[in-house]
């Protein structure tokens, strides 16, 4: 099992920053990629980014080029870095470990989730 704690998020103007961190515990071994995925009232939880190890990264059309993912190896910990943040971002955000190749990831555990609310 892995276990994963997020800390972060918050209320936030248009056009801010914010930054979500995760930590993960447990069994480290039995994941390849960690990421984060998004749901905002009404709609289907959809995949925000994604980072393998390696540090190959992969963002929804929706984010990219305003969020930055990261990853600390040594801490277990993944970052998204969110700027220039539009009201269309205001969801739940979850952290999630998995499995990932050069197509698919496969999220097997996830964290609590913390609420990003974008005001215009």
């Known amino acids: 099992q892995v276990q994963l704690v997020e800390s972060g998020g918050g209320l936030v103007q248009a056009g801010g920053s914010l930054r979500l961190s995760c930590v993960a515990s447990?069994?480290?071994?039995?994941?390849?990629?960690m990421g984060w995925y998004r749901q905002a009232p009404g709609k289907q939880r959809e995949l925000v980014a994604t980072?393998?190890?390696?540090?190959?990264?992969n963002y929804a059309s929706s984010v990219k080029g305003r969020f930055t993912i990261s990853r600390d190896n040594a801490e277990n910990t993944v970052t998204l870095q969110m700027n220039s943040l539009k009201p269309e971002d205001t969801a739940v955000y979850y952290c999630?470990?998995?499995?990932?190749?050069?197509?698919?990831?496969?999220?097997?555990?996830w964290g609590q989730g913390t609420q990003v609310t974008v005001s215009s």
């Open positions: 999630n470990a998995g499995r990932a190749g050069t197509y698919y990831y496969t999220p097997n555990y």
């Open positions: 447990g069994s480290i071994f039995s994941i390849n990629a």
């Open positions: 980072i393998r190890t390696g540090d190959s990264t």
